[in-house]
């Protein structure tokens, strides 16, 4: 245990061409804290870990300190293994320090009686490498790998089988079986449970909660926040912060702090409309005349100097009461709350009521080691969850419906006028254009306009696709889906990558739609609430 480190960000500030995407974050983790980064797409979530993990391109701009513990991994959203790679390679190059490690003590032990050598450094050497060895506990690696390849059901794949071959929860679950042989003292993750299904989230979930050092991690996941996170740290709090007192931190999980966080947004809506009260009362003050002060008081007969007397000390009162609201004033402006931003909220129609009747029709459907259907009807207004374990053909499913892929057997009816999908991955082909150009491109000229879904903040309108973060594409493939009012939905996975917030709105308004949904999903959040149809496939 005294290897394990703690993570230290101080004043961290991040730019893009002086666009600043971080500002001013402070973040002490310290080992067995286990800390979720939440806040809305495009915040900084993903930034913050590369900073931390030192992946930031050349063409930012980065101010602060960071202290990381020496022995720090990242798994991105994107596992860093080569197509050509094979399983077993993998593996082999996962398990290769570890056995370095193991070989090292053992040499430096024998060499602890060696007369030719200097016992102090000899002796210091060997504490080094056994303190390293012991904290990944080395020995037990090559057991730990083939423990981790059985539990996330790799076992049944065959080791020479490439990378660029898997599927992304195969993928997903090969990086996380490297993790669980090394046993990083230091763990960054950024969407870990993507493509994962209930048993590889089960294993990811224990390992975490076991894991003695530091995790800091982005997730989707409601259900995986609430049972790994002992913190969250949100990177677009209130003005008066995460924990009401100016600081970021929430100590708890997310269905704790989905409450206090309304609670903390009321409570900056009431204090700026109050702040607001007291500077229009106050600017009224540092405008007043003598009226108010010496009303209906003109001179009386044989009484103008006394009225003279009168109005001089009515003056002087006028002029301390505009400069004591003057004064007043100026505290009340420099110190007022700032006005609480518009947050994004989702404001279109999913699906279109069309034609009543079966739209789908699907007998004896087969494409060939992807997925076996006997039979499925989808009837006009139906919403349909489609779940199953990674590898079952749930977004194969959706690529037939879409017509995107052709099965190899079997019969597919799809009566619907209008068919839309969201993909699991949302690809663009041109990453130079715009947010808005893009959408007028792909959703064509009768489209809904795209500042009136509430899916990307007007700033980002303007900005290239490749500048948006992966919510943000995201959430720009979804409004291109809905652009048109489909009768027929389809969405794979419509919760990974956006932000918590939309993730419940998405839910709302599948439940509201009068359209046709199909949805595929591993979210335990959003299958524990629905309230439509089901397929379980495998």
């Not at 009768?446 to 980002?460: I, N, S, Y």
């Amino acid at each position: 245990m005294s290897a394990l480190q703690p993570l230290v960000v101080r004043d961290l500030c991040v730019s893009y061409a002086a666009r600043p995407v971080l500002t001013g974050v402070d973040l002490l983790a310290q080992p067995g804290r286990r800390i979720g980064l939440v806040g809305e797409n495009g915040v900084g979530k993903s930034t913050l870990l590369r900073a931390v993990a030192g992946r930031l391109p050349a063409t930012a701009t980065v101010a602060g300190t960071l202290e990381r513990p020496d022995d720090l991994v990242m798994l991105g959203q994107e596992p860093p293994f080569p197509d050509d790679a094979s399983i077993s390679d993998v593996l082999a190059r996962t398990l290769a320090p570890l056995r370095r490690a193991v070989a090292d003590v053992e040499r430096l032990a024998a060499a602890l009686d060696d007369p030719e050598l200097d016992p102090q450094e000899s002796a210091a050497a060997y504490d080094r490498v056994l303190e390293q060895a012991l904290a990944h506990d080395a020995w037990d690696a090559d057991r730990r790998a083939e423990l981790a390849a059985a539990r996330l059901g790799l076992d049944g794949l065959e080791p020479e089988r490439r990378v660029g071959t898997l599927s992304g929860g195969q993928r997903t679950r090969l990086a996380l079986a490297t993790i669980m042989t090394t046993r990083p003292t230091c763990l960054l993750l950024d969407e870990p449970t993507n493509h994962l299904d209930d048993a590889a989230l089960e294993v990811l979930t224990g390992f975490l909660v076991d894991l003695p050092g530091v995790v800091l991690f982005t997730s989707h996941d409601r259900v995986f926040l609430d049972d790994v996170a002992t913190d969250l740290v949100d990177l677009d709090p209130s003005a008066f912060g995460t924990d009401g007192e100016g600081g970021r931190r929430f100590g708890g999980g997310w269905s704790a702090y989905e409450e206090h966080r309304r609670d903390a947004r009321r409570r900056w809506e009431e204090a700026y409309a109050a702040q607001q009260d007291e500077l229009e009362a106050l600017r009224a003050a540092t405008r007043i005349g003598t009226g108010p002060i010496a009303h209906n008081r003109g001179p009386t007969d044989n009484d103008k100097f006394i009225h003279a007397f009168k109005g001089s000390r009515v003056d002087r009162t006028l002029a301390r009461r505009k400069k004591d609201a003057g004064r007043r004033l100026a505290v009340a402006e420099r110190d007022q709350v700032r006005k609480p931003p518009e947050p994004l909220r989702f404001g279109g129609r999913l699906a279109d009521a069309g034609a009543g009747g079966r739209l789908v029709l699907v007998r004896d459907l087969a494409v060939d080691g992807r997925l076996r259907l006997d039979r499925l009807d989808v009837h006009a207004g139906e919403h349909l969850l489609v779940s199953g374990g990674n590898g079952a053909g749930k977004s194969t499913l959706l690529g037939v419906l879409a017509s995107r892929l052709v099965p190899d057997r079997g019969t597919v009816q799809v009566g619907a006028r209008r068919v839309a999908e969201l993909a699991q991955d949302v690809v663009f082909d041109r990453m130079g254009r715009t947010a808005q150009a893009t959408y007028d491109a792909l959703a064509g000229g009768v489209a809904r306009p795209l500042r009136e879904l509430g899916l990307l903040h007007p700033r980002d309108l303007v900005r290239p696709v490749g500048a948006l973060s992966v919510g943000q594409r995201r959430r720009l493939g979804l409004a291109v889906a809905v652009a048109t009012g489909p009768d027929l939905l389809l969405l794979d996975e419509p919760t990974n990558h956006v932000s918590l917030a939309l993730a419940g709105e998405l839910e709302e308004a599948i439940g509201a739609t009068a359209g046709t949904v199909v949805v595929a999903s591993h979210d335990r959040w959003l299958r524990r609430r629905w309230q439509g149809s089901g397929l379980l496939l495998g």
